[in-house]
């Protein structure tokens, strides 16, 4: 089959070809807005380990929010489910940065994949350690994961996200008020700025999500990352809240988990397959990479992995 | 594998065993009220069309909000895609019958799996024909799916339905003012009640979503109810919408889409492998059956039918 | 005074008189849309008696809205503080129409200067006879406070209202859901738009509100229409909630209870001074009268009437 | 008429006897829970400059957001009516706290007598001077209006604040990312924080606001503090929106512009008349003061002072 797959994703990238570039780049912060917005990259990475990429694959990129599932992963490590006492399950109805339904939940978010669930999240991985040791810590997961010591954290981008970061900041000392943030938020800011400027190209975000394709376990280094059931769990949880509001969407036109980031990246999982990343800066109205979106949905047609 | 089906479905019977009876009947109207809460049937029904049952597995309840699966795939058939130019396809996080939602959004439902969505769905059906043709067409398509002439609506409950109906017609005389309900609302509310009041029992119901599971085909008559695509895309809408705002919960715990009723049924489907009906009439404090969630949760653990 | 008043009124005139036609003139209903915009009207009649008018003062016009006022005098002398427990007396921070305060508030409406306050106030008065006897309350009510038999329903216009009226019936049905409209929501309707049908002339509109302007009393026909308190009190509802979500602006720039209609009326009440009608049918963005507005700012500058 | 006010005064002494101790203290910092809850003062300036006091009116307490009059008037003066570019002039239907509201309309505060309103004033006034220039400019302002330098902030109080100011620092920043906060976000509520805990008493409080009930001048010092527009504007915000979520409330059973703060103050203005402070620690369930309210709904009934 890896020789079909790579004919696939040459159909992939042929079909979207002519909308590369469209969408707009996220321009909050100089460091985005630069791109090219003609970039396009994909990666494929299946459960028996052959690789299928094209176009950019190689080029790293600010993963933003695909970096929440890597650390929900930590959390609930570290953790457990006591985690789903401060955090919900559910998609919510609103913008990713939206605070309405925090005030109408008490400051409970209502999943880990928006903004102020991501910042619960990194509260957590703070317990007990500081700032440096907990972005180390996900960083080093994230290495890891991706067999490759070249992941880093893009110091410009984390510096410009802190400056724009007010938002942010209105979120966490919000859920803060209510108890739901125990660190300072200055800290948990620093990581979770630090986390969002994390640069991967699509070969490393595909290598380190596998696990989530195959049951928990890494099919090539055999280290069993998750449990079978934490890892369906996690792959739930993208597909019903990894697209923020546009999370239904994507399951009815794609339908694989997957997790977005204004990066222009999506990290997708079709289960017992493969690990998928593609990366487009150009980004729809609701924030998520518009090729990306096409590619996947291209390539959920020709290969027959939607879940449904 | 019917055998070990067979073992597995009274493995699931015995691990609920001891909930059965909890949970808190829907008591808005009479016919549901006096139902036994010890109630309690699974169907399971595969691709290959071996049939499992057990319990009360064979008695006809109130399908309810199930029923909106089927007018949905009636509307699609009937007008395509451009339904979505009258509804949505997301989550919402609010009840299923809030009208908050359509206020902000100028009178399109979220989806079509709360009461707002389905009663756009009914509108849809509406169209060209009266009151009394539309339910009997809606009707003959169950009977048709379940293969079972005696699929009926409950008159009774009908008739309770609508004397309780008041939020039901603020939502469609609201989307009415938007000009997103185009027939009368006393007609599109007189099929919706009906709709809603129709019978069916576990079995039935298993056999009349099979189509969903097996790519939009029914493996036993071989009539290709719906193509592939618009089957994957039913199914997507089931797993982000089909529980309400407990939708995430069910994906996270079950990991199948499915649509519960307040009557106490969940329709769930397993692609490619089968459609499984669970009916017990207490529900959660979000509406949907707590035992028959139960069960859906203890029948995915065993079978590994959890498409993640 | 009333040789200087009517100077000031002269003013007034001459100052708006640039703005005439501007603003927006309602058009959800023929009989409203085909208003001539340049029609401009005001009348003050002193609590010592004296009228003095000024344009289309003679004019029958829909006062919409503004009957709400004085079906709100009326269900307070019928039962009294009572009606508190099933409406506010809070602003509210949304449209006139909006049902969001509704679900958040288990259908209780903030206050009852807007529509689903005084749908609940109009189902007091029908309990315990019909809508024609309501209706025919309410307009008796008013041609003795106008002290003009002609005042009278447009049926022309309550037809229309009634045919377009999804928005009122949705509003109807959801406070019926939650138990606050006791009656049928047909009849309730019935009755409510008539009374928002009825037209006066500003000339009887400013006689009608009189026994505001003065304790409670009519200064001409010395009857006590209503205790001193309660006349206090319903001047500070609408002071509080009299021009919807403008109702501040209104207070910040006129200084004076007063109540808008969509059909470009305003009554505005100066404690202890006159009562003031004005009618422009061109409206503002929030749709109270442009001119009128402005036009009692200019009358609260030039008399010093503002209560502030 | 002294005379007289002062049995008015002694007779609303004894009508609240009994209920002085009700209520609920605040509790969110210890330096207000720690107040004797059976404290009750009342003082009334006339505008010719007559003083009426009773029980504890001598005796300073924190009169947090009542400080919000005062900043207004300030902002005002600073930059005019462009401060409404900023800020709105409409009561809100949520807490004194709320976010939801900001969002909705994009970061632009209902008011400037909510928390977020009253953050941009004081971000208004940093413009061009530090944190420490703002304050003292704030207190002295506050000096000489009650014509007493022992106006002072209470240190304790204001750096409790500052450790539980999540929810401001929360709003603030909020604001920040919409670009209605210019400063640092610490910086104005370093001010933010220290203008709440200023402690003064009911004699200096109602001192300190005669001049909104004189037509913007100092009947004393004959000086004009703000124009008389300016100053029947400022009483038009009070009444509008001066008590939080139950502002529609005060209006209808005091009917006086009024200003109240968790402290337990509330400053009345009756125009023409009086300025009103009163002061008991005890608050209702919308954090107005409880004997306070009562007090000033039976003074405004023996004065027939109410503005309606």
Avoid at 158 to 166: H, N, V
């Amino acid at each position: 089959m890896p020789q079909e797959l790579s004919e696939i994703v040459a159909d992939v990238c042929r079909d979207v070809k002519d909308r590369i570039g469209s969408g707009r780049v996220a321009d909050y912060i100089p460091a985005l807005a630069n791109i090219d917005p003609r970039k396009f990259g994909i990666s494929i990475m299946t459960c028996d380990g052959e690789t299928v990429s094209a176009g950019d694959a190689d080029e790293p990129f600010s993963i933003q929010s695909v970096s929440k599932v890597f650390t929900l992963t930590l959390a609930l490590e570290r953790i457990g489910p006591v985690l789903w006492s401060r955090i919900g399950r559910e998609p919510t109805g609103s913008a990713f940065n939206s605070i309405v339904q925090l005030e109408h939940e008490a400051g409970i978010p209502r999943n880990p994949l928006i903004n102020a669930g991501a910042i619960v999240v990194t509260d957590v991985l703070l317990e007990g350690q500081g700032p440096r040791q907990t972005i180390d810590e996900i960083v080093s997961f994230l290495r890891h994961r991706a067999d490759d010591v070249s992941v880093a954290v893009d110091a410009e981008v984390a510096r410009s996200e802190r400056e724009t970061g007010d938002r942010n900041a209105s979120l966490a000392h919000f859920m803060r008020g209510f108890g739901n943030i125990k660190g300072e938020v200055d800290d948990v800011l620093s990581v979770y700025f630090q986390q969002c400027a994390i640069a991967m190209s699509c070969r490393q975000l595909a290598r380190a999500g596998l696990f989530l394709a195959h049951a928990g376990s890494d099919p090539l280094s055999k280290e069993q990352v998750v449990s079978e059931a934490r890892a369906r769990r996690i792959n739930a949880i993208m597909m019903s809240c990894g697209h923020y509001d546009a999370s239904g969407d994507f399951a009815f036109h794609v339908g694989l988990p997957g997790k977005s980031g204004v990066g222009g990246g999506i990290l997708a999982i079709a289960p017992r397959r493969a690990a998928i990343a593609v990366w487009s800066p150009g980004l729809n109205e609701v924030g998520n990479s518009l090729v990306g979106s096409l590619a996947l949905e291209r390539l959920s047609a020709l290969t027959g992995w939607s879940v449904f």
